[in-house]
């Protein structure tokens, strides 16, 4: 027996290797299993890639459409996908080599870094609105379990805020589903697709702003995004760095794909979710001047990064969106890199803080120059891969001819050079001398080079995966094409 | 008397009225108390509510359960059962997340005496 290499494994692997960790633990095979997974999903997203280009792969089990789970895997969500097993894969494997922190290696954390990987790529797969709500649950779930981990005041206190403020989200998130479901009496994506410009205008409305609402939260929208600071300073940096570039991202693509599937002219809301964009932007990088504690600093950072790839795909046009998304596995990779310096300065120095870490750069230089790299590279300085990214995005403002928004991602990436620079200086500050208290393994290091090594290679060679991304932004904008592949041509 | 309650629109009304009254009183006991534990069970009214307005509107008067049984041998007059099916997932979700809200809740509680939100100091603005 064979067994046919479909979409589902990117849900059903991690699934069923985390239900099955109490056998992991009596084998010994933990760790090589928590690399392993996210490893075997990134291969398989190889092997489907040449089939994916050709023809979006959907997956039907059970009954046929409109019943039945649904799972679609194009262009674009096939970067969703890559990208979340990248990410999996180089933070489960900082976990296993930095030798940390033994509530990190044991088997709940295995369980729950699965399950995040689970549920977000169930969410970026689904085609079908009940199960994404379902997936969203298990990534909240698996985010909050993981906050808390470390089961001290601040640790909890991250859990019990991001679990308040994640159920909110998801309870808003149902309600918009429940008033789908008895407008349309349909759940499968495609076809609500379908029906949804027949529901009444103010019912439409609601709906819409119940979703905002809902994935506004959970995407770390500006003015739903007061909690993020905090669960990013209380977290592990390492689970901070997945759900800044794994988590978000995911919601991200999610609340776009809704946008550009359900709204026959997504225009009417991308100019609201534009100014959301800017406002996330603008206001995260004014207040990341003034952060003392690295992480904190990290979080905002990350918010105004979300705000500008918010901006770029609120837009709606393939330029855009393509460098969008390019900016979206860019600033994974730069975000990883950085909460994994971050990992290791917290770990060496005991603290976060900037008045602690003066002088880190000469006790730890690799990673003092690992955390340079990462912030030239979220400054967007060439020959690094920010500066691709943003490029794209700028130019596909500059011949739509739209300015505002380059003239706002400019003054953003000045203010980030402020903080950057602010915090760069303090590293390599001359007066202090440093001593490190805890040791970290040279192999702890290894994910981070990884990650350095690809931001350098997106940067100086961008045209290796410029046609992926513009296959991917037509994939997303592309409403006809998705609805005939699901629902057949007479549709 | 009560023969008017089986028209459906004017039960629909009354199951949408009182779905949105629970609605807004978790809201409110969200956005007003700061308490941890009546936070979380402010927010189990919330869901509470949500699963009642999706029962209550996907049901019409006179209509039975979806279970072939007793002599049912054909779905005719049955009710729409992906409501309740979903209904029971997502009851089966929320009670999920609400049990880990708690024990998250009593941990911090053993850990630091403290209950309330306003009162959670180690993570905040400088």
Known sequence: MTLPLTPVWFVALPLLLAFASPLWVRLRLLMPLLVGTPAALLLLAFVLLPEVRTAPLLETIVIAPPLGIHLQLDSASWILVALISFAGLLTNAFIWLADGEPYLRDRRAFVFLLLLIAGCNGMVLTGDLFNLYVFLEIAGVSAYALSALRRDASALEAGLKYLIIGSVAAVFFLFSVVLVYLQTGQLNLAAIAVGFGEIPGPMQILIGLLMLVGLGIKAELFPFNFWVPDIYQGSHPAVAGLYSGLLVKVFLFVLFHLVFLLLADPKVVGIWLMGLGAATMLIAEVVALRQEDLRRMLAYSSLGQIGLITLALGFGVEATTAGGLFHMVNHTLVKLLLFLTAAVLLRSFVSAQLADLAGAGRARPLAAALFVLGALAVMGLPPLSGFASKLWILKGFAEAGVFWPVALILLAALIEAGYYFRWIKVLYDPSVQLQAVHPVGRLAYAPMAVAAGLIILLGVAPFLVDALFSEGAQALLDRGATLTAVLGAGS | ?126
Do not use: C, N, W
Request: charged residues 15%; aromatic residues 8%; hydrophobic residues 55%.
């Open chain 2, 1 to 126: 008397m009560l023969a008017f309650l089986d028209d459906p629109k004017v039960l629909h009304g009354i199951y949408a009225l009182g779905a949105l009254t629970l609605f807004f009183i978790g809201l409110y006991g969200l956005l007003a108390k700061r308490h941890l534990l009546k936070m979380l069970i402010s927010i189990a009214v919330m869901e509470l509510s949500v699963y009642l307005l999706f029962i209550g509107l996907a049901t019409s008067p006179g209509e039975t359960a979806p279970i072939l049984s007793d002599g049912l041998t054909a779905f005719t007059d049955m009710a729409d059962p992906v409501p309740q099916a979903l209904t029971l997932t997502a009851i089966v979700i929320g009670l999920a997340v609400l049990g880990l809200g708690v024990s998250l809740a009593i941990q911090y509680h053993r850990l630091t005496g403290k209950v309330d939100v306003a009162s959670m100091t180690e993570l905040k603005e400088l």
